[in-house]
C-alpha cells in the first residue's frame, strides 16, 4: 500500500496535513494494549479523521463523531490539520516504546525536526516522484490534489466535481462537502480540514 | 457492479461516486460498462439503501413531473437499493481484490493493492543498507490500469537487476517472475491501481526509473512512482541525492518509518 505517499501540495498547504499510521508486524506482546495506546495518543491530539480496526482492517469513521466512533475501537491511522503537533506526537509515541511500526506520512523536514527534538533519528523514507505517462487524462491540479487525498483513489473525479458544483450553488456549505467527500476513503486517512481548503480555493477560482 | 433494472429508478446518485466513471443512465436506467468497471464496490458502499418500493417512488417522479417540482434527493442514497455486487469467479475476482480496500487478497492475505514496503522495515529489515524499493504504482490517480499493460511494464523492468517482492498480489500473479510475465487469463482484467513493488541496488535506481518512464508513454494509462531507502545513522537519505543528480523531481511531503517497531527477533529474545 502506497496509499499516503502522492499526496499533493505547496509547503504551506502540506502544513496542514499529515498522517500517522501503526501497522503490528509479527508476534508483538499485549498487542491490543499497545493499539490503545496508540489511539489513545492519536485522539488526544485531536485529529480530523481516523481510521479503526474491524474484523482485522481497516474502516472509516465519521469523523464528526470522532470521540463517540473511537471510544470502544482501535485505531491504526489518524490524520490531523496541523504539523505543529508532530513533533509532541513523536515524543509521546517514543516515550510509550510500544514497538509497532509507526510511520508519519508528511513534510519530511517537519518529520526530521520531530524525530530531532525527539533526540531520534529516521528509520527509512519513501519520496514521490510524481505522474509519469498519460497526464493528458488527468484533471486540473486541485482536483488531483483532491483525490489523492484517499490514497486508495476512491474519492472519484467525477465526485470532487459533483460536490463543488453543490457548494457553488449553496446547497451545502464546504465544511459538509468535505465530509460526503470523505465518505469513499475506507482507511481514515482522507483530510476533511484540508478537503475544505481546497473546495474553498476552488470556489475562488470560480 | 450490477444494478437491479427492476428496482432502479435513475436517479443517477451512483454516477459521481464511480471511481472509473463508467455508470450511465439509459432509458431511465442505471446502466455499468462491465469492461471498464473495477469492482472497488465504492458506489455500493457509499449510497446507503432506502428500500423504497420502486413503483412508489417512479409514482412520486411522475406527479412532481407534471407539477413541474424538481426534488433534489440526499446525494449519499439509492433510493430502491439497487445497487447489487455480484460474486465474481476467477479471474473477475482480481478487480475487486485489487481496488476495493474492504477486499483481502486470497493469495497474499493483505488488504489493498500492495505489501508493506518501508512501513515495517524496522522490524522486517527488508531494504537493507544499500538497497533501495521502487513502487510503480499503475493507474493511479484516477484513471484505472488493464493488467495487459502492466504486463509490458513487468515485462520490461525484469531483464534489470531487480527483485519483485515476493508478497506483493503482482508478484503472484506472474506466470514467470524471472520474465516477469503474468498469467494470461488476467490480462484483460481492469483495476483501479495495482503497484509493482521492486527491492535493487541503489546503484540501480536510475535505470530503473529510465525504464519506467520510457515505458510509461506506451501505457493507457498513469503511473505515480515512489523511491524508499534505509536512512543512514544521521538521518540522510541516500536515494535523495542519486535521484536529485538524474534530475528527477523529489516531493517535499513523504512517508517516514520512525523506527519504533521491535526487530522481530529482539522482541522473541525477551
Known sequence: MT??????????ELKGDFVLFAL???PIPDLINKLIKFTNICLKHKPVNMGKVVNRSLRRIDPRKMEEEMKKSLGLTATFNDINKLAAIIAELKEADLGISINVSGLFKEVQNGCKKAGMSRHSVEHS???FGKKEKLPPLPILQMNTLCGHGLVSFNLIKKIVDEVK?????????????????EC?????????ELIESMLMMG | MKIDTE??????????FCTMGVIRIENGLGVVNEEECVECNTCYRCLDPENLKPSFVRGIRKILKKLRLRHDAEHDICPTGALTPPELEWPRSIRSAFSDPTVTHDSTGVAGRGTEEIKTNDVTGRIGPGEAGVVIDLGRPGTGVFLRDINKMTMALAPLKVSFEDHNPLTVLMADAKIGRLKEEVLQEKVLSAIIEMKLEQSEIISVL?????MADELDTVISVGVASRCESDGT????????????YLSLNGKTNLGFGHPVEIEEQK
Open chain 2, 210 to 214: 529510465k525504464t519506467v518512464e520510457t
Open chain 1, 3 to 12: 496509499n499516503t505517499l502522492h499526496r499533493k501540495g505547496t509547503n504551506e
Open chain 2, 237 to 248: 537519505i541516500p536515494h535523495e541525492k542519486i535521484c536529485r543528480d538524474a534530475g528527477y
Open chain 1, 129 to 131: 516522484l510524481g505522474i
Open chain 2, 7 to 16: 428496482k432502479c429508478v435513475g436517479c443517477g446518485n451512483c454516477i459521481p
Open chain 1, 188 to 196: 481514515g486517512a482522507f483530510n476533511p480540514s484540508r478537503a475544505k
Open chain 1, 24 to 26: 503490528p508486524k509479527g
Open chain 1, 169 to 185: 450553488l449553496g446547497r451545502m456549505t464546504p465544511e459538509d462537502g468535505a465530509h460526503h467527500m470523505a465518505k469513499p476513503c
